[in-house]
């Protein structure tokens, strides 16, 4: 018998993240409401302490479900239970639909618990990091970093003119538009971007499955210019709540912002621009524009006013850094069992590396640390935990994500 995954071709962990997160079409009011990002990222932790991996709730017993959920915190231990657990984990029918259509629309999934899932969101959100990306186009532009263009559905005429003007500087400068896809500043920022040869990431707030079909956007998708994705239903209708949602996966997938317009106190990309601030990523904003004086507020927060010479833009070091400061630690704590398990059988950090999807400087750093903690010796150029270092192996478990 084909089962679900198998006909989508996508992983048996990706179905059960599937089947636990996504929506899944219009749902029941009395049927179980998937699981939030925090919630799915309780119980990925829960699997790991089980040394079980999201495949294996496809066909838990009661029993077993029951024990994941005894290990959840005290914080999502009432909302995650058993029963709902199963009721979600019963909807294969629906997934199988819901994957038929977006499949046959050209629309691809990564989840946490795959090779293909942004590295970015990892490494800058940690255990923020949603559970799905949706997307259509390719893939490999969720790599590229780029600059987050942002700002109004309505741009005034000047700003619409310096929007087409990053859109050109940034294709000629081999830099990547990262924008939130909707009408205005975004769209003009990417479509402009993409005609002059250059790439654009969209990060979608509203229906993926709708806006893919798009001319002005279909156009580059098919030429590999233009990649949307969102970690939202891809038949998603637009909410306020989804659009300011999606603004910290736009800075997380770029190196800087820009705000081109916006209005002081109100409005997602307002809002997204101080969140970021707040976190350290490098943010620019177009000033000496009568129509924003909004755009000028944010220089209080500490933004910086965008260069004459766009290449300007370019002159801070910081971006790859900024926004992982403000989880790392979570992130060290989160994925220390999980290092140390796989460090029973003494592995190079290269090795280490491809094993966790962990960049070389995150690997480098947290080996450090472990060794100067007391907890990894290196021998050679293989690092193992000091408790076996005698040459006892332990079971590896790989990352969920």
């Not at 009408?183 to 709708?210: H, N, P």
């Not at 801070?316 to 290092?339: G, H, K, R, Y």
């Not at 990894?376 to 293989?382: A, D």
Request: contains cysteine; proline residues 6%; glycine residues 10%.
């Amino acid at each position: 018998m084909t089962t679900v995954a198998e006909s989508a071709r996508i992983s048996s962990d990706a179905s059960a993240i599937l089947l636990l997160c996504a929506t899944l079409g219009k749902r029941h009011r009395d049927a179980a409401p998937p699981l939030t990002p925090r919630e799915y990222d309780a119980l990925a932790e829960a699997l790991r302490r089980h040394d079980l991996r999201p495949q294996h709730l496809l066909h838990a017993e009661t029993a077993t479900l029951a024990n994941v959920v005894g290990a959840l915190p005290a914080a999502v231990h009432k909302s995650v239970t058993p029963d709902r657990l199963a009721a979600l984990l019963e909807r294969g029918g629906q997934l199988a639909l819901a994957l038929s259509k977006w499949t046959s629309h050209g629309i691809w999934i990564a989840t946490r618990a795959d090779a293909a899932y942004p590295s970015r969101y990892k490494q800058k959100l940690g255990r923020a990091a949603p559970p799905i990306v949706f997307g259509i186009g390719e893939r490999s532009l969720m790599e590229n970093g780029g600059i987050a263009v942002v700002g109004s559905r309505e741009p005034d005429p000047l700003s619409e003119s310096f929007t087409r003007r990053v859109g050109e500087w940034s294709a000629r400068s081999g830099v990547q538009v990262v924008s939130g896809a909707a009408r205005g500043v975004d769209e003009i920022s990417m479509v402009t971007c993409a005609e002059q040869g250059g790439t654009a990431l969209g990060v979608v707030g509203e229906s993926l499955l709708r806006l893919s079909t798009r001319r002005e956007f279909r156009t580059h998708i098919v030429t590999n210019r233009l990649t949307l994705i969102s970690s939202y239903d891809p038949e998603a209708p637009f909410t306020a709540a989804n659009a300011m949602g999606r603004n910290r996966w736009v800075y997380a997938l770029a190196d800087r912002g820009l705000v081109v317009a916006c209005s002081e106190g109100r409005g997602g990309t307002w809002a997204g621009a101080v969140e970021a601030l707040k976190h350290g990523v490098p943010v620019f904003v177009k000033t000496g524009n009568p129509e924003r004086p909004g755009n000028d507020a944010l220089l209080r927060y500490g933004a910086k006013p965008a260069p004459d010479d766009l290449a300007g833009l370019l002159s801070d070091t910081a971006p790859e850094t900024a926004l992982s400061a403000l989880v790392e630690l979570d992130v060290f704590s989160a994925v220390l069992p999980i290092v140390l398990t796989a460090l029973r059988k003494p592995k190079t950090a290269k090795e280490l590396g491809s094993m966790l999807e962990l960049t070389p400087g995150q690997v480098k750093a947290w080996l450090s640390r472990l060794v100067a903690d007391g907890k990894v010796v290196k021998t050679g150029p293989r690092f193992g935990v000091v408790e076996t270092a005698s040459g006892a192996e332990g079971r590896q478990i790989p990352l969920l994500g």
